[in-house]
T-cell receptor
Framework: EAGVTQSPTHLIKTRGQQATLRCSPI?????VYWYQQALGLGLQFLLW???????NRGNFPPRFSGRQFPNYSSELNVNALELEDSALYLC??????????????FGEGSRLTVL | AQSVTQPDIHITVSEGASLELRCNYS??????LFWYVQSPGQGLQLLLK??????LVQGIKGFEAEFKRSQSSFNLRKPSVHWSDAAEYFC??????????FGTGTRLKVLA
């Protein structure tokens, strides 16, 4: 069974540009979560999608946005990139909205570098 | 405020030595607790989880953790560390909804 896949693995952009990151959850998982892992800051919750809808977002500005497609894959968009957006962006999926059903399954991440 | 604290940013142990990684949490609801491991360039992998029942939980790769409600702790232990255990370890807590709170991680270095 394929795990959570993310693309691209690495992405280099300049300030002011836009970045798009993609995530495919494990087959059968309907919930997708996005986290930002900046150096020394641990994992910060960005967005949660389930059944095609944005269910919740973390404390990030509106230039961080995304969507979930009918096949449950997801896209994270970061507009007007700033230097501090440089981080590893992790996508995770779960089979249900209730995390009591199990755990989060993580992809290997997309490393965004903003120059 | 809900939070997870991993007081040790870096830990270095010799191969074969025992290991304990500390995790303290502040959470109003009944906590569900997790330990994840992240190897360099990899995503996070679940080591173990505590939902209820026996407060000593066993995980993969020979790890275990003990939930101590009175101390608000969920420390991770391993009796004998292997060089392949070198990685970053994250403690996390949730009440069972989407909201996971992660600690800032402990980076483990293993000396040969």
């Amino acid at each position: 069974e394929a795990g959570v896949t993310q693309s691209p693995t690495h992405l280099i952009k300049t300030r002011g540009q836009q970045a798009t990151l993609r995530c495919s959850p494990i087959s059968g998982h309907t919930s997708v979560y996005w986290y930002q892992q900046a150096l020394g800051l641990g994992l910060q919750f960005l967005l949660w999608y389930d059944e095609g809808e944005e269910r919740n977002r973390g404390n990030f500005p509106p230039r961080f946005s995304g969507r979930q497609f009918p096949n449950y894959s997801s896209e994270l968009n970061v507009n007007a990139l700033e230097l501090e957006d440089s981080a590893l962006y992790l996508c995770a999926s779960s089979p249900t909205t209730s995390l009591l059903a199990g755990e989060l399954f993580f992809g290997e991440g997309s490393r965004l570098t903003v120059l | 405020a809900q939070s997870v604290t991993q007081p040790d940013i870096h830990i270095t142990v010799s191969e074969g030595a025992s290991l304990e990684l500390r995790c303290n949490y502040s959470y109003g609801a009944t906590p569900y607790l997790f330990w994840y491991v992240q190897s360099p360039g990899q995503g996070l992998q679940l080591l173990l989880k505590y939902f209820s029942g026996d407060t000593l939980v066993q995980g993969i790769k020979g790890f275990e953790a003990e939930f101590k409600r009175s101390q608000s702790s969920f420390n991770l232990r391993k009796p004998s560390v292997h060089w392949s255990d070198a990685a970053e370890y994250f403690c996390a807590v949730t009440s069972g909804t989407y909201k996971y709170i992660f600690g800032t991680g402990t980076r483990l270095k293993v000396l040969a």
